[in-house]
């Protein structure tokens, strides 16, 4: 018999990018609330977005009206092991013009 287990999300961050400076912008001032399997990244704007997950270096590109999906299960070593974001791991932003539109970032544990 398999064991269960339920799938949770974090609370949704999201933010006007007509708010963005063009430098890295913190786009989850708090961090995540736990520890997370799994990130979507919705870029609503019209701008291409950087993604950083330290502040300084970019790490991704999320396209204007695309979104992101990082699955770290698909990463992890074993089949019982976890691959997670970190528990208050913060998420920056950036873009090379300025935009209209909003950016969503979800988070989902177990």
Same mark, same amino acid.
């Given at each position: ?10 609370? /949704? ?18 961090? /995540? ?10 870029? *609503? ?32 070593? /074993? ?8 528990? *208050? ?22």
């Amino acid at each position: 018999m398999a064991v269960g287990r339920n799938v949770k999300a974090v609370r /949704l961050a999201d933010f006007d990018t007509a708010g963005l400076t063009g430098l890295w912008d913190l786009a989850t001032p708090t961090g /995540l609330d736990h520890a997370c399997t799994a990130l979507h990244i919705t870029n *609503g704007s019209n701008v291409d977005l950087e993604i950083s997950f330290d502040g300084v270096n970019a790490h991704d590109v999320v396209l204007a009206d695309k979104d992101y999906w990082h699955n770290c299960q698909a990463n992890a070593v /074993l089949p019982d092991n976890d691959a997670q974001w970190r528990r *208050g791991q913060k998420v920056w932003v950036k873009w090379k013009v300025p935009g209209v539109g909003s950016v969503y970032i979800a988070g989902f544990y177990q």
